[in-house]
């Protein structure tokens, strides 16, 4: 790869989450990292000192002086940035973490060639375990494709989709955590309704999770893994009734179609 800079546009959550992952990589092609936001100094200050990287609230000022400018700001900024930015650089390639906002929107925004790819990752990033969906816009050429790649991985795995399942699957990937999370809360709160500690809740529901993943991991369908554990006229198929008598597929349904159509400003 040739020796690159990086701008980061948002210095938030995902920005900091992408950024300890390529940190981690340690390629010495990486020639420079900025990390910006527009208002909040004190952030700034704790990611130079926490990572070593160039700050600064004014990203207007970085643009030229960088070869690849990550956008992780959120999807309603982007309108005003990605018009700005096509004012100030010349070829760079521009890539966003943002929901709803696509390849077919940052090109409309952005001269004609600039190359961009749109990037859905989760909050899993943080530790190297995101499951990212993306697509590629027209410009995007193999060079360039090799630093996405080099992005991606440094966040965890990655899936290559077309503009509409990244749109699409938003939910089901980006937002979906935080329906396991609720799910959990639930979990431990009835754990502790049963007489253990919340540190125990943690601990039983966390193991009970990470088993259930890696059945799922080992190639098991959840059909198959859901009857293994309802014993015919067992106890377990009583729980599943109420969950059914409460439309649970259906809730976690609608709330995929909620969150996507959010994400798409509808
Ligand atoms: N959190 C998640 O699970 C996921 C988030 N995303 C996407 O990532 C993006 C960021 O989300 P997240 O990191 O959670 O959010 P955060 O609120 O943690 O970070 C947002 C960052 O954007 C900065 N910002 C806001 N407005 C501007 C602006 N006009 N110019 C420059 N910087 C600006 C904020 O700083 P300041 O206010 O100081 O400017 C802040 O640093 C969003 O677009 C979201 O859709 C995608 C997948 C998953
Ligand atoms: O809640 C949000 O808007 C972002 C998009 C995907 C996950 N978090």
Known sequence: MRPTRILMIGAGRMAE???????????????????????????????????????????????????????????????????????????????????????TYMEERLPKGTPVCWIMPNTAAQIGESISTYTCGHYVNPQHREMIAFILEAIGESAELSEQQVHDLTAVTGSAPAFVYAFVEAMEEAAVENGVTAEQARSLVTKMLSG?????????????????????????AAGLEVLEKRHYKEAIKAAVKATNAHARGE
């Open 17 to 103: 989450a992408v950024l300890s992952g390529i940190l981690k990589q340690a390629n010495p092609a990486i020639e420079k990292i900025t990390l910006t936001n527009r208002q909040d100094k004190e952030r700034l200050e704790l990611l130079k000192e926490r990572y070593g990287v160039h700050v600064s609230s004014n990203w207007e000022e970085e643009a030229k002086d960088h070869d690849v400018i990550l956008l992780a700001s959120p999807p309603a900024t982007h309108d005003v940035i990605l018009k700005r930015l096509g004012e100030l650089i010349d070829g760079q390639l521009v890539l966003t973490v943002a929901a709803g906002i696509d390849t």
């Open 212 to 236: 259930s993943a890696a059945m799922l991991a080992a190639g098991h369908s959840p059909q198959d893994l859901r009857d293994q554990v309802a014993s015919p006229g067992g106890s377990t």
